[in-house]
Nanobody
Framework: QVQLVESGGGLVQPGGSLRLSCAAS????????MGWYRQAPGKQRELVAA???????HSANSVQGRFTISRDNARNTVDLQMSGLKPGDRAVYYC?????????????WGPGTQVTVST
């Protein structure tokens, strides 16, 4: 079991920056692929960025060059640094922990944090 809690969301003007943080507890953090997903009103949840235990990352085309994901395995945290925010980035952002098991991927989710980009 993994418990996840996000923080750092809020209201920001277009072009601004925010840093989201996710604190994990309950299991061996480094064994999980950690990710940030987002869900905008009326849309499906989508992957924003993910980071493996070895530090390798991948991110959605829409955020490349603007968002950076990082993790600290000693502190059991994963952050998402967002810059150059656009109105289209408005969504609820969810922290995810994923690990492969013999029966497939096991996923854990945080409750989400709202990011609003507006003047």
């Amino acid at each position: 079991q993994v418990q996840l809690v996000e923080s750092g969301g809020g209201l920001v003007q277009p072009g601004g920056s925010l840093r989201l943080s996710c604190a994990a507890s309950g299991s061996i953090f480094s064994a999980y692929v950690m990710g940030w997903y987002r869900q905008a009103p009326g849309k499906q949840r989508e992957l924003v960025a993910a980071i493996h235990g070895d530090g390798s990352t991948h991110s959605a085309n829409s955020v490349q060059g603007r968002f950076t994901i990082s993790r600290d395995n000693a502190r059991n945290t994963v952050d998402l640094q967002m810059s150059g925010l656009k109105p289209g980035d408005r969504a609820v952002y969810y922290c995810n922990a994923a690990k492969q098991s013999s029966s497939g991927w096991v996923n854990y989710w945080g409750p989400g944090t709202q990011v609003t980009v507006s003047t």
